[in-house]
């Protein structure tokens, strides 16, 4: 079975602390994904990356950055938290879509970020 | 992009009743998912189907890529059912597999 395990369910955090939220795979999926999902707004994605080091925008970047330095961790940074980051927080990985390739997505358990 | 809409946006059922829960994407797709999220947040896979019927226990989907729309049956529900399912989809212009999400069926089943 695909495991995405994700470093915390929930988190709390203040206005203007740089935060990590970790995410780890274990089926060598070259593409990973951040989203975050709040009341109203359904799941919306901040980036993803589809291979070490290459990492691109999805619809809601800003405030947010990343990092892939190994093939199986993407982890999500705020660099200056603020409220209106506070949200939960999903992680999915998939295969790279090829001629025969499925290209199923499967999530970690989420962290609820609450910034304060 | 592509858009996704679910329907309806809430069901409640008595235990033991069957659903049918309805995903409209408006092009054609490469990926289409149900997922049920569980109370603690999780986004739990059901089905991978971007065309054709798959069945697993209690649960099936049908989708019938050519008129746009998936459906998914809940059968002899249970109250363990309740929860929020989601359709996502992956257009064929996407890229790297990036899926647009439904707003979801919120489903409460009652004993």
């Known amino acids: 079975d695909v495991k995405v395990t994700q470093s915390s369910r929930y988190l709390v955090k203040r206005t203007g602390e740089k935060v990590f939220l970790e995410c780890v795979q274990d089926?060598?999926?070259?593409?990973m994904f951040w989203y975050r999902q709040d009341p109203g707004l359904g799941l919306r994605l901040i980036y993803f990356s589809y291979d070490v080091k290459m990492k691109e925008k999805g619809d809601i970047p800003e405030g947010y950055s990343v990092s892939r330095e190994k093939k199986e961790r993407f982890s999500l940074i705020l660099e200056s938290a603020s409220t209106n980051q506070t949200s939960m927080y999903l992680c999915?990985?998939?295969?790279?879509?090829?001629?025969?390739?499925?290209?199923?997505?499967?999530f970690g358990p989420g962290t609820r970020l609450t910034v304060l | 992009g592509i858009q996704v809409e679910q329907s309806p946006p809430d069901l409640i059922l008595q235990e033991g009743a069957n659903s049918t829960l309805r995903c409209n994407f408006s092009?054609?797709?490469?990926?289409l998912q149900w997922f049920h999220q569980n109370p603690w947040g999780q986004l739990i896979n059901l089905f991978y189907i971007p065309s054709g019927t798959k069945q697993n226990g209690r649960l099936s989907a049908t989708t019938v890529a050519t008129e746009r729309y998936s459906l998914l049956y809940i059968s002899s529900s249970q109250t363990t059912d309740s929860g929020v399912y989601f359709c996502a989809a992956r257009g064929f212009s996407g890229g790297y597999n990036k899926l647009i999400f439904g707003a979801g069926t919120r489903l409460a089943v009652h004993p």
């Open positions: 092009d054609s797709v490469n990926n």
């Open positions: 089926m060598d999926h070259e593409n």
């Open positions: 999915a990985s998939s295969s790279q879509p090829g001629l025969a390739g499925v290209l199923e997505q499967f």
